[in-house]
């Protein structure tokens, strides 16, 4: 929608939000692929960053949208439940890493509660879209 401006996208931006936001576990940091119900159920910390990012990039873009208080509030818990939970700060390492738990591909039996470096970017992203609502992204 930030390049083409068509509507129609808003449209399908909000369902899939408000989807995600639905099937989130109340830990607000959802499952590798949402709806794991298996004991051993993996996370992805990086979903949650890149959700966070698209919700604030939505509020930016559109303020006055009927979900934009919703999804701001969802987007803090979010980035909380990263902070308090999910982070390198308390773990005895020595990794550059900044989130943990992250899960690229179960399939492919790779990066499975790992950091990887895209959840790192979009985590940071999000933090600075958070205290910077004004900020410009690089693309």
Known sequence: YSYEKQEKLVGVQRAATNKFIELLPSDSVPAWDMVFTDTRTLKDTSASAIAACGMLEMNRLLPNHEDAKKWAE??????????????????????????????SSVRHNMGINASVIYGDYYYLEALVRRIKPDWNKYW
């Open 74 to 103: 969802k987007t803090d818990e979010m980035l909380l439940a990263l902070m308090n939970g999910h982070t390198t700060r308390n773990i005895d390492s020595d990794t550059s890493a900044l989130l943990i738990h992250g899960t």
